[in-house]
Protein backbone atom coordinates (compact mmCIF):
# COMPACT_ATOMS: atom_id res chain seq x y z
CA UNK A 1 0.00 0.00 0.00
CA UNK A 2 0.99 3.54 -0.45
CA UNK A 3 1.35 6.10 2.31
CA UNK A 4 0.71 9.67 2.92
CA UNK A 5 2.37 11.46 6.38
CA UNK A 6 0.64 13.99 8.29
CA UNK A 7 3.03 15.48 10.14
CA UNK A 8 1.12 18.09 11.84
CA UNK A 9 -1.67 15.89 12.88
CA UNK A 10 1.06 12.50 13.39
CA UNK A 11 -0.93 10.35 11.43
CA UNK A 12 -0.06 7.92 7.99
CA UNK A 13 -2.32 7.12 6.23
CA UNK A 14 -2.28 3.68 3.89
CA UNK A 15 -4.08 3.46 0.56
CA UNK A 16 -4.73 1.70 -2.50
CA UNK A 17 -6.71 0.90 -5.52
CA UNK A 18 -7.80 -2.35 -6.65
CA UNK A 19 -7.95 -3.78 -9.70
CA UNK A 20 -11.20 -3.62 -9.52
CA UNK A 21 -11.28 0.20 -9.00
CA UNK A 22 -12.06 -0.35 -5.15
CA UNK A 23 -10.21 2.31 -2.97
CA UNK A 24 -9.17 1.50 0.36
CA UNK A 25 -7.51 3.35 3.05
CA UNK A 26 -6.25 2.51 6.20
CA UNK A 27 -5.67 4.91 8.98
CA UNK A 28 -3.30 2.67 12.06
CA UNK A 29 -4.29 4.31 15.70
CA UNK A 30 -2.34 1.53 17.86
CA UNK A 31 -3.40 4.14 20.60
CA UNK A 32 -6.96 3.03 19.92
CA UNK A 33 -8.49 -0.30 21.55
CA UNK A 34 -11.66 -0.41 19.15
CA UNK A 35 -10.91 -0.57 15.33
CA UNK A 36 -14.26 1.39 13.22
CA UNK A 37 -14.58 0.43 9.28
CA UNK A 38 -16.74 2.17 6.94
CA UNK A 39 -17.89 0.72 3.28
CA UNK A 40 -19.95 3.61 1.23
CA UNK A 41 -20.75 3.95 -2.27
CA UNK A 42 -21.54 7.06 -4.05
CA UNK A 43 -25.36 7.31 -4.35
CA UNK A 44 -27.41 9.18 -2.46
CA UNK A 45 -31.09 9.95 -2.61
CA UNK A 46 -31.14 12.14 -4.77
CA UNK A 47 -29.41 9.89 -7.38
CA UNK A 48 -33.14 9.14 -8.75
CA UNK A 49 -32.48 9.69 -12.63
CA UNK A 50 -29.84 7.45 -14.18
CA UNK A 51 -29.02 5.25 -16.82
CA UNK A 52 -28.64 1.68 -15.54
CA UNK A 53 -25.74 -0.47 -16.37
CA UNK A 54 -25.30 -1.24 -19.69
CA UNK A 55 -28.03 0.86 -20.88
CA UNK A 56 -28.26 3.93 -22.85
CA UNK A 57 -32.02 5.14 -21.81
CA UNK A 58 -31.99 6.89 -18.48
CA UNK A 59 -34.70 5.65 -16.35
CA UNK A 60 -36.71 7.22 -12.99
CA UNK A 61 -36.72 5.49 -10.22
CA UNK A 62 -39.25 6.61 -6.87
CA UNK A 63 -38.05 8.64 -4.60
CA UNK A 64 -36.78 6.91 -1.40
CA UNK A 65 -35.12 3.81 -3.16
CA UNK A 66 -31.48 4.36 -1.96
CA UNK A 67 -32.21 4.40 1.70
CA UNK A 68 -34.85 1.35 0.87
CA UNK A 69 -32.08 -0.55 -0.59
CA UNK A 70 -29.74 0.93 2.24
CA UNK A 71 -32.31 -1.00 4.81
CA UNK A 72 -32.49 -4.34 2.52
CA UNK A 73 -28.62 -5.25 2.33
CA UNK A 74 -28.89 -6.25 5.50
CA UNK A 75 -31.03 -9.62 5.35
CA UNK A 76 -30.13 -12.04 2.81
CA UNK A 77 -30.91 -15.79 3.13
CA UNK A 78 -29.59 -16.60 6.22
CA UNK A 79 -31.11 -13.80 8.28
CA UNK A 80 -30.52 -10.17 9.46
CA UNK A 81 -26.32 -9.20 9.63
CA UNK A 82 -27.18 -7.24 12.69
CA UNK A 83 -27.15 -10.93 14.55
CA UNK A 84 -23.54 -11.73 13.45
CA UNK A 85 -21.70 -8.62 14.18
CA UNK A 86 -23.81 -9.20 17.65
CA UNK A 87 -22.41 -12.27 18.68
CA UNK A 88 -18.89 -10.96 17.89
CA UNK A 89 -19.33 -8.48 20.79
CA UNK A 90 -19.33 -5.79 17.30
CA UNK A 91 -21.86 -2.64 16.98
CA UNK A 92 -23.07 -1.55 13.18
CA UNK A 93 -25.43 0.31 11.44
CA UNK A 94 -25.81 2.51 7.92
CA UNK A 95 -26.87 5.60 6.77
CA UNK A 96 -28.48 7.50 3.69
CA UNK A 97 -27.02 10.83 2.68
CA UNK A 98 -28.17 12.46 -0.08
CA UNK A 99 -24.76 11.80 -1.85
CA UNK A 100 -23.39 8.71 -0.07
CA UNK A 101 -24.82 5.55 1.69
CA UNK A 102 -22.37 3.85 4.18
CA UNK A 103 -22.18 0.67 6.04
CA UNK A 104 -20.31 0.58 9.40
CA UNK A 105 -19.06 -1.19 12.13
CA UNK A 106 -17.02 -0.91 15.83
CA UNK A 107 -15.32 -3.70 17.45
CA UNK A 108 -12.88 -4.26 19.88
CA UNK A 109 -11.75 -8.11 18.48
CA UNK A 110 -11.94 -10.53 15.49
CA UNK A 111 -11.59 -7.34 13.71
CA UNK A 112 -10.37 -9.33 10.56
CA UNK A 113 -13.65 -11.66 10.55
CA UNK A 114 -15.88 -8.38 10.94
CA UNK A 115 -14.02 -6.42 8.10
CA UNK A 116 -15.03 -9.34 5.49
CA UNK A 117 -18.55 -9.69 6.91
CA UNK A 118 -18.86 -5.76 6.43
CA UNK A 119 -17.76 -6.21 2.92
CA UNK A 120 -19.73 -9.37 2.22
CA UNK A 121 -22.84 -8.21 3.07
CA UNK A 122 -23.12 -5.35 1.14
CA UNK A 123 -22.03 -7.39 -1.57
CA UNK A 124 -24.51 -9.62 -1.50
CA UNK A 125 -27.49 -8.18 -2.75
CA UNK A 126 -30.67 -10.60 -1.57
CA UNK A 127 -33.87 -9.21 -2.24
CA UNK A 128 -37.53 -10.86 -3.04
CA UNK A 129 -41.19 -9.34 -3.21
CA UNK A 130 -42.29 -10.47 -0.31
CA UNK A 131 -39.08 -9.05 2.03
CA UNK A 132 -39.92 -5.81 -0.04
CA UNK A 133 -43.22 -5.50 0.93
CA UNK A 134 -42.19 -6.29 4.44
CA UNK A 135 -39.89 -3.28 4.62
CA UNK A 136 -42.75 -0.93 2.78
CA UNK A 137 -44.45 -0.93 5.85
CA UNK A 138 -41.29 -0.82 8.19
CA UNK A 139 -40.04 2.31 6.06
CA UNK A 140 -43.53 3.84 6.23
CA UNK A 141 -43.64 3.83 10.25
CA UNK A 142 -40.11 5.88 10.07
CA UNK A 143 -41.55 8.52 7.36
CA UNK A 144 -44.75 8.76 9.80
CA UNK A 145 -42.21 9.36 12.71
CA UNK A 146 -40.17 12.03 11.15
CA UNK A 147 -43.25 13.70 10.12
CA UNK A 148 -44.10 14.57 13.76
CA UNK A 149 -40.16 15.68 14.36
CA UNK A 150 -40.37 19.39 14.17
CA UNK A 151 -36.60 19.45 13.80
CA UNK A 152 -36.75 17.56 10.45
CA UNK A 153 -39.97 19.05 9.21
CA UNK A 154 -37.95 22.41 9.56
CA UNK A 155 -34.96 21.35 7.64
CA UNK A 156 -36.99 19.58 4.75
CA UNK A 157 -38.81 22.82 4.83
CA UNK A 158 -36.05 25.17 3.93
CA UNK A 159 -34.74 22.99 1.54
CA UNK A 160 -37.48 22.64 -0.62
CA UNK A 161 -38.39 26.39 -0.27
CA UNK A 162 -34.23 26.95 -1.44
CA UNK A 163 -34.42 24.40 -4.53
CA UNK A 164 -37.16 23.92 -6.92
CA UNK A 165 -35.92 20.97 -9.39
CA UNK A 166 -33.75 18.73 -7.45
CA UNK A 167 -34.16 15.77 -5.54
CA UNK A 168 -32.30 16.64 -2.85
CA UNK A 169 -35.81 18.85 -1.75
CA UNK A 170 -37.10 15.80 -1.03
CA UNK A 171 -36.88 13.73 2.38
CA UNK A 172 -34.28 11.12 2.10
CA UNK A 173 -36.40 8.33 3.01
CA UNK A 174 -38.74 9.11 0.50
CA UNK A 175 -42.97 9.69 0.91
CA UNK A 176 -45.43 7.48 2.01
CA UNK A 177 -46.81 6.95 -1.67
CA UNK A 178 -43.34 6.69 -3.79
CA UNK A 179 -41.41 3.67 -1.07
CA UNK A 180 -44.86 1.64 -1.96
CA UNK A 181 -44.28 2.09 -5.88
CA UNK A 182 -40.85 0.17 -5.19
CA UNK A 183 -39.97 -3.31 -6.08
CA UNK A 184 -37.35 -5.93 -6.42
CA UNK A 185 -36.25 -5.28 -10.14
CA UNK A 186 -35.34 -1.53 -9.24
CA UNK A 187 -33.28 -2.18 -6.06
CA UNK A 188 -31.30 -4.60 -8.25
CA UNK A 189 -31.36 -2.29 -10.90
CA UNK A 190 -29.83 0.25 -8.54
CA UNK A 191 -27.61 -2.07 -6.87
CA UNK A 192 -25.94 -3.22 -9.33
CA UNK A 193 -25.65 0.28 -11.19
CA UNK A 194 -24.35 2.08 -8.09
CA UNK A 195 -22.60 -0.70 -5.72
CA UNK A 196 -19.61 -1.57 -8.01
CA UNK A 197 -16.55 -1.18 -6.16
CA UNK A 198 -15.46 1.05 -8.71
CA UNK A 199 -17.78 3.48 -6.95
CA UNK A 200 -17.43 2.37 -3.56
CA UNK A 201 -14.71 3.43 -0.62
CA UNK A 202 -13.50 1.02 2.10
CA UNK A 203 -11.81 3.31 5.51
CA UNK A 204 -10.49 0.94 8.02
CA UNK A 205 -9.42 2.78 11.48
CA UNK A 206 -7.92 1.45 14.69
CA UNK A 207 -5.23 -0.59 16.19
CA UNK A 208 -4.51 -2.72 12.41
CA UNK A 209 -1.74 -3.29 10.48
CA UNK A 210 -2.26 -2.02 7.48
CA UNK A 211 -0.68 -4.64 5.11
CA UNK A 212 -2.10 -7.18 6.89
CA UNK A 213 -5.40 -5.59 6.13
CA UNK A 214 -4.41 -4.41 2.75
CA UNK A 215 -4.12 -8.07 2.31
CA UNK A 216 -7.00 -9.14 3.36
CA UNK A 217 -8.98 -6.45 1.18
CA UNK A 218 -7.37 -7.74 -1.52
CA UNK A 219 -8.07 -11.84 -1.41
CA UNK A 220 -11.53 -11.31 -0.72
CA UNK A 221 -11.96 -8.88 -3.54
CA UNK A 222 -9.79 -11.02 -5.63
CA UNK A 223 -12.37 -14.05 -5.07
CA UNK A 224 -15.14 -12.28 -6.41
CA UNK A 225 -16.15 -11.24 -10.20
CA UNK A 226 -17.33 -7.87 -11.19
CA UNK A 227 -18.88 -6.91 -14.25
CA UNK A 228 -16.57 -4.21 -16.10
CA UNK A 229 -17.07 -0.93 -15.02
CA UNK A 230 -19.16 1.78 -16.87
CA UNK A 231 -19.16 5.66 -15.86
CA UNK A 232 -22.31 6.33 -14.29
CA UNK A 233 -24.60 8.78 -16.23
CA UNK A 234 -26.78 10.47 -13.88
CA UNK A 235 -29.12 13.08 -14.37
CA UNK A 236 -29.96 16.09 -12.08
CA UNK A 237 -31.95 18.33 -14.37
CA UNK A 238 -31.62 22.17 -14.43
CA UNK A 239 -31.78 24.39 -11.24
CA UNK A 240 -32.73 27.85 -11.27
CA UNK A 241 -30.30 29.60 -9.49
CA UNK A 242 -32.43 31.70 -7.20
CA UNK A 243 -34.39 30.41 -4.50
CA UNK A 244 -37.91 28.65 -5.08
CA UNK A 245 -39.56 30.67 -2.65
CA UNK A 246 -38.47 33.52 -0.48
CA UNK A 247 -39.91 31.97 2.89
CA UNK A 248 -42.61 29.26 4.14
CA UNK A 249 -44.04 28.84 7.35
CA UNK A 250 -44.94 25.56 9.07
CA UNK A 251 -47.48 25.02 11.53
CA UNK A 252 -46.91 22.43 14.34
CA UNK A 253 -47.40 21.84 18.20
CA UNK A 254 -44.21 22.87 19.41
CA UNK A 255 -43.25 24.94 22.75
CA UNK A 256 -41.01 27.57 21.23
CA UNK A 257 -40.83 28.60 17.51
CA UNK A 258 -38.08 27.56 15.42
CA UNK A 259 -36.61 29.47 12.35
CA UNK A 260 -33.74 28.21 9.80
CA UNK A 261 -32.42 30.43 7.56
CA UNK A 262 -31.04 29.29 4.00
CA UNK A 263 -28.97 30.89 1.33
CA UNK A 264 -28.74 29.45 -2.31
CA UNK A 265 -25.58 30.61 -4.23
CA UNK A 266 -25.98 30.37 -8.02
CA UNK A 267 -23.30 28.59 -10.47
CA UNK A 268 -20.98 26.15 -9.78
CA UNK A 269 -17.55 28.77 -9.18
CA UNK A 270 -16.65 29.42 -5.29
CA UNK A 271 -14.33 31.93 -3.84
CA UNK A 272 -12.08 29.20 -1.76
CA UNK A 273 -11.38 25.54 -2.59
CA UNK A 274 -13.84 22.63 -0.67
CA UNK A 275 -13.42 22.41 2.97
CA UNK A 276 -11.89 25.37 3.38
CA UNK A 277 -14.65 27.02 1.64
CA UNK A 278 -17.13 25.40 4.03
CA UNK A 279 -15.30 26.56 6.81
CA UNK A 280 -15.52 29.75 6.27
CA UNK A 281 -19.09 29.64 5.29
CA UNK A 282 -19.55 28.07 8.81
CA UNK A 283 -17.55 31.10 10.69
CA UNK A 284 -19.48 33.58 8.89
CA UNK A 285 -22.87 32.25 9.97
CA UNK A 286 -21.86 31.56 13.51
CA UNK A 287 -20.64 35.53 13.64
CA UNK A 288 -24.58 36.68 11.89
CA UNK A 289 -26.70 34.46 13.49
CA UNK A 290 -25.10 31.83 16.02
CA UNK A 291 -25.96 31.94 19.87
CA UNK A 292 -23.55 35.20 20.81
CA UNK A 293 -25.00 37.53 18.04
CA UNK A 294 -27.17 40.36 17.83
CA UNK A 295 -29.83 38.08 15.60
CA UNK A 296 -30.00 35.18 17.99
CA UNK A 297 -30.77 37.89 21.19
CA UNK A 298 -32.94 39.98 18.77
CA UNK A 299 -35.11 36.48 17.87
CA UNK A 300 -34.55 35.00 21.51
CA UNK A 301 -36.24 37.57 22.75
CA UNK A 302 -39.06 38.61 20.18
CA UNK A 303 -39.96 34.28 20.46
CA UNK A 304 -40.41 35.15 24.47
Same mark, same amino acid.
Given at each position: ?????????????????????????????????????????????????????????????????????????????????????????????????????AYLFS *??? /? &????????? %????????? #?????????????????????ADWRL???????????????????????????????????????????????????????????GALVR?????? *??? /? &????????? %????????? #??????????????????????????????????????????????????????????
Amino acid at each position: MKKQQYDQLGETLYYETLDNGLKVYVLPRHENNKTFAIFTTDYGSIDDHFSPLGQKDAIRVPDGIAHFLEHKLFEDEDGDVFDTFSKRGAQTNAFTSFTRTAYLFS *STS /D &VHNNVETLI %DFVQKPYFT #EESVEKEQGIIEQEIRMYDDDADWRLFFGLIASLYKNNTVRVDIAGTVSSIHEITKDMLYTCYETFYHPSNMVLFVTGPVDPEEMGALVRDNQAAK *SFK /D &VEEIRREYG %DEPDESNQK #EDVLRMNVQTPKVLLGYKEGGDAYPLDGLTYELAVQMLLDVMFGSGSQAYEKLYREAH
